[in-house]
């Protein structure tokens, strides 16, 4: 290299300074993001829930703190701001969080104003810490977590989240130090919204216009002072049954929409994530259901074909058909000629794993199991190994004892209908006859 460094590499590309921001800057030292209570919780489930790229939040958080965020602007479901880069102009960057559904903040109305303490306290103004308990008991969360928070940016980074998305979600705490109501908002209801909501379920209730919130008793007062129990009397109780199970869904959830496809050249194909997303809510599914049909123990060559077999025309297994995907495409996915993969699929509709083995090996049975098979395909059959051949007709017996019928089209065998128990090979005749 003649002593030469990188940097007086004429190609190496030099890294741009990033521009000075206009937005506040916190100094030289190290204040946290989040003071109050609510900025805390927003940081924590940042960090530690809501399951980010932990190698861009440092550099957030440096972006953060020298003003590179002009001002952010929180409007139901997300988080908008320009954050200035190295380039002149500043990127835009959007944190969406998911908003609760309909019959989810119905919910959460629900509970609040159960609450008469809190929800008091929430139409003065106020946000008590255990207003997070409240709704958590619900099995919701007002705190974002895995999968709940979806930055992105007009920079060519395409890591989630890049170095100026993870500022704006840090500053968004320094947003909840100032108005922890802003929380309900990227849940999806303004502060407007959800007090008019919990003063109409309060008349509902029997709290009329006017009346004091110390004339109403909170329910958690009654049993706040705990008299204890004997331990001989707890001992001899008997246990409560355990609650039932709930039913599993009726079929596999839907795989999430992205909010944006990848970056072009990232190598990550969309339709083959969206086939990857709704082959998992499957399996889980399955599981859930207690079958052994999950596919988990399959190789991938087994796996393959599997999932070819299921974008055939008229197959069962209707989570196929959420990913837009057809044969020709995934072939392209998997690196396959689509005949070939054609094949697979067919073999796997035939007999699964056992259909997919007679298509691409052999093995060696007794004589005596072939007989049967000699008897269908008639005069002049050829055995080689577990393969009987007649003219263009062939059955292959597998090592479960089924035969598979195969086909020649255009000098190649495809597989031609289901494994066939040896028994079932009488009316097999029918397809012997088939031009």
């Known amino acids: 290299m003649s002593g030469r460094s990188y940097e007086n590499w004429e190609h190496w590309p030099r890294k741009e300074p990033r521009r000075p921001g206009s937005g506040p800057r916190r100094g030289k030292g190290r204040q946290p993001f989040g003071v109050t209570w609510w900025g805390k919780a927003w940081v924590e489930a940042l960090e530690q829930r809501a399951r980010l790229d932990p190698n861009r939040l440092p550099r ?37 969080v998911r908003q609760f559904e309909s019959s989810e903040w119905e919910t959460v109305l629900d509970a609040l104003a159960s609450r008469s303490g809190h929800a008091a306290a929430l139409l003065d103004g106020e946000l008590p810490p255990e207003v997070a308990e409240d709704v958590r008991a619900t099995g919701l969360d007002l705190l ?20 100026h998305a993870a500022a704006v979600c840090y500053l968004v705490a320094d947003s909840l130090d100032e108005d922890p109501f802003l929380l309900f908002q990227l849940r999806g209801k303004s502060r407007e919204e959800l007090v008019a909501e919990l003063r109409r379920l309060r008349r509902r209730d029997g709290d009329l216009p006017g009346r004091s919130s110390s004339d109403v008793v909170d329910p958690a007062v009654s049993w706040a002072v705990d008299p204890g129990v004997q331990a001989r009397e707890a001992w001899g109780r008997t246990p409560a049954p355990l609650p039932v199970i709930p039913a599993p869904p009726r079929a596999p959830s839907r795989p999430v929409v992205l909010s944006a496809d990848p970056p072009a050249g990232s190598g990550i194909v969309p339709r083959a994530l969206r086939l990857l997303a709704a082959e998992a809510a499957r399996r889980a599914w399955e599981m859930e259901r207690g079958s052994n049909e999950t596919g988990l123990g399959l190789t991938v ?18 989570w196929a058909a ?36 007679v298509l691409i090996a052999s093995w060696d049975p007794a004589s005596d199991l072939l007989a049967a098979g000699r008897r269908v395909l008639g005069p002049g059959v050829r055995a080689s190994r577990n393969r009987l051949t007649n003219g263009d007709r062939q059955l292959r017996l597998g090592r479960d004892g089924r035969f598979y019928p195969y086909a020649k089209v255009r000098g190649r065998w495809h597989p031609d209908g289901r494994g066939l128990e040896t028994a079932e090979l009488a009316s097999a005749q029918s397809w012997q006859s088939r031009s």
């Open 144 to 163: 974002p977590g895995m999968g709940e928070v979806c930055p992105t940016c007009s920079c060519p980074d395409w890591a989630e989240p890049c170095k």
């Open 60 to 96: 957030g958080r440096t972006y953060a703190r020298a003003g590179a965020v002009a001002g952010i602007q929180i409007t139901p479901g997300r988080a908008e701001a320009p954050v200035q880069g190295s380039r002149r102009k500043p990127y835009q960057v959007t944190v969406r």
């Open 301 to 318: 060559e087994e796996d393959v074909a599997r999932w070819a077999a299921a974008l055939l025309p008229g197959a069962s297994g209707g």
């Open 322 to 357: 959420h990913v837009e995907l057809d044969l020709d495409a995934f072939a392209a996915l998997a690196g396959m000629r689509p005949q070939d993969l054609l094949r697979r699929a067919l073999a796997w509709s035939a007999g699964a794993k056992e259909g997919l083995f």
